[in-house]
């Protein structure tokens, strides 16, 4: 069984900083990916950004510049550093795993934390 524990998220200011944190525990045989997805009120979920193993990284367009992911593999821990935050920003993230564990491989999903920029 594989578990994601997220933490980070909270209520910050136009231009403010948030760093988000997600550890992955369990039977985890191989981590291809980890990533952070959010689905704002309404809308559907969309990935904001992601890392794989090798260390390429792919960011939605929108948060270019602004946010930074990063991961430490040893503690299979990804990071989302958020910066200049936007009220467009706000939404519920998710972290996302992409790995091998029992049976196979497939997507895990975290709990979710919300993120609200606001003044």
């Known amino acids: 069984q594989v578990q994601l524990v997220e933490s980070g998220g909270g209520l910050v200011r136009p231009g403010g900083s948030l760093r988000l944190s997600c550890a992955a525990s369990?039977?985890?045989?191989?981590?291809?990916?980890m990533g952070w997805y959010r689905q704002a009120l309404g809308k559907q979920r969309e990935l904001v950004a992601a890392?794989?193993?090798?260390?390429?990284?792919n960011y939605l367009d929108s948060v270019k510049g602004r946010f930074t992911i990063s991961r430490d593999n040893a503690k299979n821990t990804v990071y989302l550093q958020m910066g200049s935050l936007k009220p467009e920003d706000t939404a519920v993230y998710y972290c996302?795993?992409?790995?091998?564990?029992?049976?196979?491989?497939?997507?895990?999903w975290g709990q979710g934390t919300q993120v609200t920029v606001s003044s």
């Open positions: 890392i794989t193993s090798g260390g390429s990284t």
């Open positions: 369990g039977n985890i045989f191989r981590i291809y990916a």
């Open positions: 996302n795993l992409d790995a091998v564990s029992i049976p196979g491989r497939r997507d895990y």
